[in-house]
């Protein structure tokens, strides 16, 4: 146990989930933020399911990215605010602006509670999508220098991550200079699902190529990082004195595509390459190229690789139903 209170915001999330239950392991005193109350119990059985058995230490508060109503109490109090809630979709929307105000706006009402409470530090969880979308890939090895950009045609959930993140830094600025702030920037992130919580990259992802609704590689890599080591560096980021002021680049080392996902499952997993697609591979050039340098350096984070974080998913599905 340590007497520090940290405010997660977005619990019923795939990662919320996995920060709250790192936090406790860690004896935080957990708050959390969740859109409707009733959906308490699904956090609470995916932290069974991960290993804790008393919740004295957690409280969960109503509070809607779209609404003032809740934040302040919620952060009232606490030493940190991790906000990690943020519309994260498998489809595009037809109006960009249901991706872009809840996330934007989210991210401003979670900051000014947070200044308001006078917590220390802030850790904001943006994306690979406000870094990797506006420089051509070829010959580019991604970094934490880099910025998407907003005005460019990039799809809803690119730009919302990018305008948020944008706007939190904006804030900080003009605002609140005494508060600290730290931005983490993951790419897809995969791993095992905790009780029932599962999210959009892994069930478009692995669920779509063990299930062969996924039939052809795609024009373009992607990062993974398992979801325990996303958690474990944001904990890194609120902790470490060096972090304030720094976004970091949450990847594994390495880029996929979905031929090496499919290719990877087979060869793993052989009873689930029934309904898998054959694909054609992706010339080694176009690979994005992305460095964790930084986060390594800076926090001493070390991530498992894409392979295992792929696989904790596909382990975590039941795919009888695709079986030999
Ligand atoms: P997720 O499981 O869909 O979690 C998103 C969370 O945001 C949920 O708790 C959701 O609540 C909450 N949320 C969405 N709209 C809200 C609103 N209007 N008011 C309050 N809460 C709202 O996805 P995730 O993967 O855990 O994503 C967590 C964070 O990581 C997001 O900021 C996302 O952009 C970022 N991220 C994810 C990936 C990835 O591959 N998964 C990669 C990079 C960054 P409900 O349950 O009520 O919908």
Redesign the pocket.
Same mark, same amino acid.
């Given at each position: 146990m340590n007497n520090q209170t940290v405010l997660v915001?977005?619990? +019923?999330?795939?990662? $919320?989930v996995n920060i709250i239950l790192e936090l406790l392991k860690k004896g935080f005193t957990v708050r959390t +933020?969740? %859109? +409707?109350l009733s %959906?308490k119990n699904e956090i609470l059985d995916a932290l069974t399911a991960g290993g804790i058995s008393t919740f004295d230490q957690l409280s969960f508060y109503e &509070?809607?990215?779209?609404s003032d109503n809740g934040w302040d109490e919620a952060a009232q109090g606490c030493d940190y605010v991790l906000h990690? &809630?943020? *519309?994260? #979709?498998a489809e595009q929307p037809k109006d960009e602006n249901e991706l872009i105000i809840?996330?934007k706006e989210?991210t401003l009402r979670a900051l000014k509670a947070a200044k308001k409470a006078g917590v220390k530090r802030v850790v904001l +969880?943006?994306?690979? &999508?406000a870094i990797g979308y506006s420089i051509d890939p070829r010959n580019h090895v991604f970094t934490e220098l880099d910025w998407t950009d907003e005005n460019a045609p990039v799809q809803a959930?690119i730009k919302s991550?990018t305008i948020a993140e944008k706007a939190a830094w904006q804030f900080m600025e003009d605002e609140a200079p005494a508060m600290e702030l730290t931005v983490i920037? *993951? #790419? $897809? /992130?995969?791993g095992p699902i905790l009780g029932g /919580?599962?999210? &959009?990259?892994?069930d478009t992802v692995v669920k779509g190529i063990v299930e062969g609704h996924i039939k052809e590689n795609a024009p373009f890599t992607f990062g993974a990082v398992d979801?325990r080591d996303?958690a474990d560096i944001h904990i890194k980021a609120m902790l470490h004195p060096e972090a304030a002021g720094q976004r970091f680049l949450a990847t594994s080392e390495g880029a996929m595509s979905f031929y090496d996902v499919a290719e990877l499952i087979k060869k793993e997993r052989p009873k689930l390459a029934g309904k898998i697609a054959t694909m054609q591979p992706t010339p080694v050039e176009e690979y994005t190229q992305m460095s964790h340098k930084k986060a390594a350096e800076t926090l001493g984070w070390k991530p498992r690789t894409r392979e295992e974080a792929i696989l904790a998913s596909v382990d975590s599905y039941n795919f009888s139903n695709t079986q030999n």
């Open positions: 915001t977005g619990g +019923t999330g795939f990662l $919320g +933020t969740l %859109r +409707t %959906r &509070a809607d990215l779209l990690v &809630a943020s *519309p994260f #979709v809840p996330a989210g +969880t943006s994306s690979f &999508a959930y991550k920037n *993951p #790419v $897809g /992130i995969f /919580i599962s999210s &959009a990259s892994l979801v996303v």
